[in-house]
């Protein structure tokens, strides 16, 4: 593959929604990718130096998919972007978990901790965090304010039973912070 179709592959990455997105041409160009960039690593973290975060959210989420523990410090550098979205922030956390990095568990936590964040992040937080079987990331004490200006009740008591299934079973054990 040379560097001009790799770039079509990640331009179509980046269609979502609009006319011009095609799911099944998405898919493909995932694929293609995944497996193009378990022997070409390098072109594919280049994508994180882009400023197009559709991209980048995609290529983060491929990155962790591989497998391959190289990509784990410029996975961690994108953590330091003003403004990212919370679909990039969740693909940065996941694959560092999936990559064996402890830094995306503390990352999800602390957007599940976040106040200011939005309601549907903490929430996909807790829930990609208990996708990837990481219970016991809360101290069964650990306090965790799930109030916030998207909070309604509703959204409070689902993430706070997110949380509860995320708590260590014994008092004190579990990750803190």
């Known amino acids: 593959m040379n560097k001009e179709n790799l770039s079509d592959l990640i331009n179509e990455l980046g269609k979502h929604g609009g006319n011009q997105y095609n799911?099944?041409?998405?898919m493909l160009a995932r694929r293609k990718l995944i497996?193009?960039?378990?022997?070409n690593i390098n072109d594919l973290l280049s994508v994180l130096d882009c400023s197009d975060q559709e991209s980048m959210t995609d290529?983060?989420?491929?990155l962790g998919k591989?497998?391959?523990?190289?990509?784990i410090p410029r996975i961690k550098k994108c953590i330091g972007i003003q403004a990212l979205w919370g679909k990039t922030?969740?693909?940065?956390?996941?694959?560092?978990?999936?990559?064996?990095?402890d830094e995306g568990?503390?990352?999800l936590?602390?957007?599940?901790?976040?106040?200011?964040?939005?309601?549907?992040?903490?929430i996909d937080a807790a829930n990609a965090l208990i996708k990837l079987k990481k219970k016991g990331v809360f101290g069964r004490d650990e306090h965790v304010d799930a109030t916030g200006a998207s909070m309604t009740d509703a959204w409070l008591?689902?993430?706070?039973?997110l949380v509860d299934s995320l708590r260590s079973e014994s008092s004190g054990a579990g990750s803190s912070g």
């Open 23 to 26: 799911p099944i041409k998405h």
């Open 35 to 39: 497996n193009y960039g378990r022997k």
């Open 59 to 62: 290529v983060i989420e491929i």
């Open 66 to 71: 591989i497998g391959n523990k190289e990509a």
């Open 89 to 101: 922030i969740l693909n940065i956390g996941i694959a560092l978990i999936r990559l064996g990095d």
């Open 105 to 107: 568990i503390a990352y």
């Open 109 to 122: 936590k602390e957007q599940i901790k976040d106040t200011s964040a939005h309601r549907d992040l903490r």
């Open 157 to 161: 008591n689902k993430l706070l039973k």
